[in-house]
């Protein structure tokens, strides 16, 4: 479904990602972990849009998107939770989660059944969704993030740290959502830097490590390598 050939991605004179290739099938967990600085981010980032690609291409079901505009990848069927976890803070948790849809104009019936589906599976947010989004958590935030973006009904999850800065019984819960989401079927593309975690709900990861792919095969395998500290810290 997703394939990302040969990516580059630069700052200025700092090539942040070498030469990366990946796939992502239909309905698969596909986990890209890494230490800081690694090139995870700027790939997603590349991969949504919101950064040019150097060179290198993209491809959604064997549609060429690469450095397309942000709004068109949202509309080819990508959609991105960044690491900043933006909600609109005096909007409430129901507004938050419409403006996932924005671009789906048209479609009221599909656009409320999913409002609906979205509230079901998670219960905390329907709990929450009169109130102003910034009254929630941390955790809570997150999860309103990532239901929002499953608005725009995507072929394609992009999701960035999700266990960014949250204690670890949160983290818990965020992938306890990611799971679920999963079983949904869509496809999804796992920034992490919690290897454990992202391990523990992917089919297959990439380690990535100064900017290039250094390992990759099933979660189990990926969890197996001996080494695998090394690659991370990048030692
Ligand atoms: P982290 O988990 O810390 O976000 P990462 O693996 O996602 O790490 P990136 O954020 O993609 O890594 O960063 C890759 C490299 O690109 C790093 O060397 C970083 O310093 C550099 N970089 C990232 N953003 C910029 C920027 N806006 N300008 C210049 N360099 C940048």
Redesign the pocket.
């Known amino acids: 479904m997703l394939e990302v050939e040969e990516l580059e ?1 630069r ?2 004179a ?1 090539r ?2 070498r030469g990366i290739s990946l796939r992502v099938a239909s309905g698969e967990l596909v986990a890209l972990v ?12 590349c991969i949504a849009g919101a950064l040019k690609a150097a060179a290198g291409s993209v491809h959604l079901d064997g549609e060429d998107i690469t450095s397309g505009k942000p709004e068109t990848i949202v509309r080819r069927g990508i959609a991105t939770v960044p ?1 900043t976890r933006d909600v609109f803070p005096d909007l409430t948790v129901d507004e938050n989660l419409m403006l996932g849809s924005y671009i789906r104009r048209g479609d009221g019936k599909g656009v409320a059944e999913d409002r609906a589906r979205m509230l079901s599976l998670f219960p905390r947010l329907a709990e929450r969704a009169a109130q102003p989004a910034g009254t929630l958590s941390g955790g809570e935030q997150q999860m309103l993030v990532i239901a929002r973006a499953m608005m725009s009904r995507p072929k394609v999850l992009l999701l ?2 999700p266990s960014l800065g949250l204690a670890p019984v949160i983290v818990d819960q965020i992938f306890e959502m990611i799971a679920v989401l999963k079983k949904t079927g869509v496809t999804i593309l796992l ?1 992490e ?1 919690n290897v454990g975690k992202a391990l523990s709900v992917a089919d297959r990861a990439y380690v ?1 490590r100064l ?1 290039r792919i250094a390992a990759s095969g099933t979660a189990a395998e990926i969890g197996a390598q001996t080494d695998l500290s090394a690659l991370y810290l990048g030692a």
Not at 34 to 45: D, E, H, R, V
């Open positions: 991605v700052y200025g700092i942040a990602v890494g230490a800081n600085g690694a090139g995870k981010s700027s790939t997603l980032m690491e960035d740290e920034v830097q990535m900017g």
